[in-house]
């Protein structure tokens, strides 16, 4: 059963353009986060959001934005893409209860292809 | 640097055998989560555990914080559990950390 939804399933770009992805949880989730899997098949943790309050910032580059509207949605902006930005970028949820994140549930993945 | 070390990076199993796999931690985590790449690509939740053992069906985990290391037992393996196996450990502070991953092909 699918509780996370992320939109675009796949985003073919240019080297300079600025894309936006998408995601939602229904599970009432506080805690929101991006994941980037590159193609070595491994997964980083680029954020976390706890009620739409920015919790985990791992070194990502500036043109890396997330927008959260409320705890249920968490964006991801990339204001100039560059090659190396070509990945499947993964939104989770957790019910974070502010001791531990607690299970994390994955959306289906955006595929980004930069060109 | 890295805090989970995952391995085997690959292993082949025959049906009905089992192994494990294992994650070690460079620090203290405080909950480690395995989960199963689905054949759509989606991570599934197989378990979360804060201490001891959780066991379901043919798999069982278990996770010693204080030694640093988590494990996932499959046994009677059968060909729908191949896929690719990740561990995450949370570091605190709603970071979690993943492991590279396990790639299992289970034969007849």
């Known amino acids: 059963e699918t509780a996370v939804f992320q939109t675009p399933n796949y985003h073919v770009t240019q080297v300079g353009n600025e894309v936006s992805f998408n995601c939602k949880q229904t599970?009432?989730?506080?805690?929101m986060y991006w994941y980037k899997q590159d193609s070595k098949k491994l997964l980083k943790i680029m954020f976390s959001y706890n009620n739409k309050q920015l919790i985990v910032n791992e070194t990502v580059p500036r043109r890396f934005s997330p927008q959260s509207s409320d705890k249920a949605h968490l964006n991801l902006r990339i204001k100039s893409v560059e090659p190396e930005d070509s990945a499947v970028y993964l939104c989770?949820?957790?019910?974070?209860?502010?001791?531990?994140?607690?299970?994390?549930?994955f959306g289906s993945g955006t595929r980004l292809t930069v060109l | 640097g890295d805090q989970v070390e995952q391995s085997p990076s690959a292993l082949s199993l025959h049906e009905g055998t089992g192994s494990a796999l294992r994650c070690n931690f460079t620090?203290?985590?405080?909950?480690v989560q395995w989960f199963r790449k689905n054949s759509r690509g989606s991570l599934i939740n197989l378990f979360y555990l804060a201490s001891g053992t959780k066991e379901n069906g043919r798999l069982k985990s278990a996770f010693d914080s204080k030694e640093r290391y988590s494990t996932l037992h499959i046994r009677d393996a059968q060909l729908e559990d191949s896929g690719t196996y990740f561990c995450a450990a949370e570091t605190g502070g709603y970071k979690v950390v993943f492991g590279s991953g396990t790639r299992l092909l289970v034969s007849p």
């Open positions: 989770a949820s957790s019910s974070g209860t502010g001791v531990s994140a607690e299970t994390l549930y």
């Open positions: 620090t203290t985590m405080r909950a």
């Open positions: 599970l009432g989730h506080d805690t």
